[in-house]
């Protein structure tokens, strides 16, 4: 508790702030035996999206994908510091299966009860509360008053020994629209007392996302892991630019986790990435100009890659419509990174989002489902990403992939300016599933078009559709010595993994 007093004594110095997660309250773990091993996985878990059309529950969270899973997010109030819970009937109601809403006593249900559950059933599972996020983060505006801190860290307490978690993630970096956008930047940590509050967090969660959006002036890949070498495109952001800012603040690089988004961010009406926007278009849900990867590509578009960035990013050529994302090869490269640098591990906004998980048994080398990702709106997210994601093997009969016979030979052709690339098109591959569904967009070896195979690298695979989340897991394993098993502690040693990583090409 004395930790989560200090935290709360810095906040003040705070003038905006990525999400950081401060601390799981127990430190038990301090003299384990080993120690801190592998790498975090940490989710964000969206309270709003168990509803319609999301439909993302907490029973749907593979919680072995994940060393921490941070539940998004709890309110504060303005006026006095009291912390608490942003969406009762979510948070503690909502009857799920199994739960007998007619028990007697004060029983807690909704997400929090099944949050707990997959902690009893995943030990090693971390769970934090967040408090703030874009929507509340405006409640924080007393934080300089001693009292109203002293409320917000006994009230905060209160909820985590009631509900059960770990600890506590304070994200009130969206103060403003511009720290939000550029959370990484000169804007997301200027004045920022970076040592004195890395003395009480456990580990910080680095938004490398946004770096581009309604404010640039041009169409720019929003979470390139490399710096960008035309100063004419340079917001002065990247991955590597926001793990050099902190690590030069004395930041131990194992308590930097990289975040990554799993969502797209658009520009429409341009001549392709880098260029002119006339605005944002359309989007997922009621988010104009972000969309979830699971949807993405968007039919008919041509996926770029730029190795140099280690960004990926859809264009459509009629209307100019750009979505930048990650894909698995961005996202390998990502997770060698933080190998590389012996950084804490990946971060993820919003695990909902992810890419489905549709392959053989979850082997990367067997037999694949080309496409298989709930790209297309409508009809298909409510039958493949409702139906099957989360539990996708075994597909039942109605769900058939028939090569050969209904193939039509397609393959890529053009190669549009500036673009080491990859295309996707349409394809025609045919699925019967209650209808026809034709021009799946796929990214694989088309060379092999015939037999097609899975884009396999590393033993990882790297086909579009394939669940990022687990890319990194995988990637953490055979590189890296897999997820941190572990409690967090404080003191980072360095690892028996270590030399694995050395060794990695
Ligand atoms: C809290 O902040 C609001 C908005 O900044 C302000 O109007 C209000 O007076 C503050 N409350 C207290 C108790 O200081
Ligand atoms: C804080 O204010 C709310 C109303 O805004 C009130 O319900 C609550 O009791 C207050 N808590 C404390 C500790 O003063
Ligand atoms: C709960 O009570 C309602 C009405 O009393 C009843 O219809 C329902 O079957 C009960 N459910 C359970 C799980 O006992
Ligand atoms: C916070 O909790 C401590 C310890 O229980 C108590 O002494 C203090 O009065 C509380 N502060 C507020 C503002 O509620
Ligand atoms: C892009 O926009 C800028 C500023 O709005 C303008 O100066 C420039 O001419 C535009 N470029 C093109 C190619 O339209
Ligand atoms: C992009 O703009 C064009 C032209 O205004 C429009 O037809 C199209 O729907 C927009 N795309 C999206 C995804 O909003
Ligand atoms: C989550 O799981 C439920 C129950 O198994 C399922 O109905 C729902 O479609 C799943 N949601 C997603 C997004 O996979
Ligand atoms: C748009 O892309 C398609 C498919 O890649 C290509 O055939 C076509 O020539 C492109 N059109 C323009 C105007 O570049
Ligand atoms: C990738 O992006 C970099 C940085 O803007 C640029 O210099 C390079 O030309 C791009 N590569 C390709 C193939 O477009």
Redesign the pocket.
């Known amino acids: 508790m004395t930790s989560l007093k200090v935290i709360l004594g810095l906040l003040p110095l705070l003038s905006s702030v990525s999400a950081i997660a401060v601390s799981e309250v127990e430190r038990s773990c301090q003299s384990c035996n080993g120690g801190w091993s592998g790498y975090r996985n940490v989710g964000y878990f969206t309270n709003w999206g168990i509803y319609d059309p999301q439909d993302y529950f907490v029973t749907n969270i593979s919680a072995k994908e994940y060393t921490h899973m941070n539940y998004a997010f709890a309110n504060v109030d303005i006026n006095n510091g009291t912390v608490f819970l942003g969406d009762l009937e979510a948070d503690i109601q909502t009857e799920y299966p199994g739960d007998n809403l007619n028990a007697t006593g004060n029983n807690v249900y909704g997400n929090l009860k099944q949050l707990y559950l997959l902690k009893k059933k995943n030990r090693n599972l971390k769970t934090l509360l967040s408090i703030g996020g874009a929507t509340y983060s405006e409640n924080f505006a007393n934080i300089t008053q001693a009292k109203w801190r002293e409320t917000f860290v006994n009230t905060s307490i209160t909820l985590l020994n009631d509900y059960g978690f770990d600890g506590l993630d304070i994200d009130f970096g969206m103060l403003n629209e511009l720290a939000a956008a550029v959370g990484c930047g000169e804007a997301g940590w200027h004045g920022l007392d970076v040592k004195g509050m890395d003395k009480c967090l456990d580990f910080w969660n680095l938004m490398a996302y946004d770096f581009s959006g309604e404010w640039t002036p041009t169409a720019l890949p929003a979470a390139n892991l490399w710096p960008d070498n035309n100063p004419a495109n340079d917001v002065g952001v990247s991955g590597h630019q926001c793990v050099q800012h902190y690590l030069g603040e004395g930041v131990n690089s194992r308590k930097l986790v990289l975040g990554m988004p799993l969502y797209g961010t658009a520009f429409n009406g341009t001549q392709g990435m880098w260029t002119n926007w006339t605005d944002i278009g359309g989007g997922d849900y009621d988010q104009a100009g972000n969309y979830d990867d699971k949807h993405l590509p968007l039919e008919g578009t041509?996926l770029f890659y730029n190795k140099t960035l280690e960004a990926a990013w859809s264009f459509d050529?009629k209307t100019g419509h750009v979505v930048s994302f990650d894909t698995p090869t961005t996202t390998l490269a990502k997770a060698k990174y933080i190998m590389k640098n012996q950084l804490g591990g990946m971060m993820y906004w919003s695990i909902d989002q992810d890419f489905s998980k549709l392959q053989s048994e979850g082997k990367p080398n067997g037999k694949i489902w080309p496409g298989v990702w709930d790209r297309l709106k409508g009809h298909s997210r409510k039958v493949n990403y409702g139906k099957w994601k989360g539990a996708p093997w075994p597909l039942p009969e109605s769900f058939k992939y028939r090569p050969q016979s209904n193939f039509k030979r397609s393959i890529p052709?053009?190669i549009?300016e500036r673009a080491e690339i990859e295309t996707v098109?349409e394809r025609g591959f045919n699925f019967e599933f209650g209808g026809n569904w034709n021009n799946w967009n796929i990214w694989g070896q088309w060379e092999q078009w015939s037999n097609w195979r899975p884009k396999i690298t590393d033993n990882i695979c790297l086909n579009i559709g394939y669940s990022l989340v687990d890319t990194v897991k995988t990637a953490f394993e055979k590189y890296g010595g897999g997820l941190d098993r572990s409690k967090n502690n404080l003191n980072y040693p360095h690892s028996v993994y270590d030399n694995i990583r050395n060794g990695m090409a």
């Open positions: 041509v050529n052709s053009s549009t098109k």
